[in-house]
């Protein structure tokens, strides 16, 4: 019996480990046609009207999502849970008006900082293919990494310290 459970186990640790690789193939792929260039915006105007000025001098993440994106909705939860330590931006594409993805963000529980989309210009501008993709900047806004799809909340974390240098 307990042959068969250690064998289970193995058959699952290299199915993870097997589905991991693959996805970051796939991501890889996937982030080669983004927007590569250093940040150029300083601003943006959130859901709420305000305007929010990108702190100098501190990494920056830019994610885009949707609130039709099964994916996203995964991921949102490691989003909210950095946007409380980190400078984190979201951009919500073709996801309707204000008020719905205000509601959408109280129905799920998420604070983080929203900046609607209506109308695909960013998703555009960032050459945006598929979601969610998520962008991290250095403090002097240079790209230092790119992502589509699933972003762990380790992940995305480490990645955050790494830029903080």
């Given amino acids: ?18 589905i991991t690789i693959v996805t970051n193939i796939l991501s890889f792929y996937r982030s080669g046609e983004l927007n590569k260039e250093k940040l150029q915006e300083s601003s943006f105007t959130l859901i709420d009207s305000t305007n929010y000025n990108i702190q100098k001098n501190k990494p920056i993440v830019i994610h885009f999502w949707a609130t039709w994106c099964r994916t996203c909705k995964m991921e949102a939860s490691n989003i909210d849970r950095l946007s409380k330590d980190f400078q984190i931006i979201t951009i919500a594409v073709k996801s ?22 209506k109308d695909g210009f960013y998703a555009r501008k960032f ?25 762990s909340t380790v992940g995305l974390w480490l990645r955050l310290w790494l830029a903080s240098f």
């Fill in 1 to 18: 019996m307990k042959e068969k459970l250690k064998h289970y186990i193995k058959e699952i640790f290299l199915f993870f480990i097997f």
């Fill in 96 to 117: 309707g008006n204000n008020d719905e993805i205000k509601k959408y963000m109280d129905e799920h529980e998420l604070n983080y900082k929203v900046v609607n989309d």
């Fill in 127 to 151: 050459k945006i293919s598929a979601y969610p993709t998520t962008f991290i900047y250095d403090k002097n806004q240079e790209l230092i990494f790119s992502e589509v799809g699933y972003t």
